[in-house]
């Protein structure tokens, strides 16, 4: 649809500087090397995951091509104690169940001060119940979600919301939840850490300072979105440019990208 709308737009009459192509799994590898080969391609874009990304950087790099990769996210949202707290609670929400949670955007950390945690967790459950989840693109997407949520019950994290459970019949979405985590649990210990779930799930990590935020924000192998909640701009922008991500939003929903961002 989107090469049919350029083309009536008029880039028909410049043959073949738009093309779509779809290719069966077990072609795949195959017809991958040989577009980042050819010698009018100058530049590979990939949107995907790590494993297959390794493979591609590779290959560019096989071919002395650069390339620009966006694996995943684990995006968090950070309740300073002087945000809206009901603004805050909605936007976390609704970031972190919207389309199953299938976004790259999705919120899948949220990260609060101690001294607001309790009433923002009151209102972010509140919320949480009136939030549906929707429906994976398939079953192994859901089964993932799953798998990532049984991982942190049997190492006995509590959930605030939710559990470990699919919805209607099928396997084919998993229940919205949200699992509280120490903020210095290790990634090799917990899934839930640093592997994105893709999933409409959260874990909710309560920290102290404004530096442990940031911390937490940044403890990460991924770098996509974030966004901090405070009604104080200037303490906004400060994080803002401590946190290790291509776009940071203030008071704003992670599933989100500025018009303005390259």
Do not use: W
Not at 16 to 27: E, M
Not at 83 to 102: E, P, S
């Amino acid at each position: 649809m989107i090469v049919d709308i350029y083309r009536e737009a008029g880039l028909d009459q410049y043959p073949g500087a738009i093309n779509s192509l779809s290719v069966s799994r077990q072609d795949a590898a195959e017809v991958t090397e040989k577009l980042i080969a050819h010698p009018y391609i100058r530049k590979i874009e990939f949107i995907g995951s790590p494993a297959v990304g390794r493979i591609i950087g590779a290959t560019a790099a096989k071919y002395l091509k650069p390339c620009l990769m966006e694996l995943g996210g684990k995006c968090p949202a950070i309740v300073f104690d002087d945000a809206n707290l009901q603004q805050a609670a909605t936007l976390c929400a609704k970031g972190a169940f919207l389309h199953h949670g299938q976004i790259c955007f999705s919120t899948e950390r949220i990260i609060v001060q101690r001294k607001v945690a309790d009433k923002f967790q009151e209102l972010l459950i509140e919320v949480a119940e009136s939030t549906g989840g929707g429906t994976a693109v398939h079953s192994g997407i859901a089964s993932h979600a799953y798998d990532v949520l049984e991982d942190a019950k049997q190492k006995g994290c509590k959930f605030i919301h939710g559990g470990v459970d699919y919805e209607g019949e099928g396997k084919k979405a998993v229940k919205p939840a949200l699992v509280q985590v120490d903020p210095k649990t290790a990634p090799e210990d917990l899934r839930i850490v640093d592997e994105e779930t893709f999933g409409p799930s959260a874990s909710v990590y309560i920290v102290d300072t404004d530096e442990e935020a940031i911390a937490v924000a940044n403890k990460s192998a991924f770098g996509l979105n974030a966004t901090v909640h405070t009604t104080n701009l200037e303490r906004g922008l400060k994080a803002a440019r401590e946190i290790e991500c291509g776009q940071v939003h203030i008071n704003s929903i992670t599933v989100y990208t500025s018009r303005e961002c390259p």
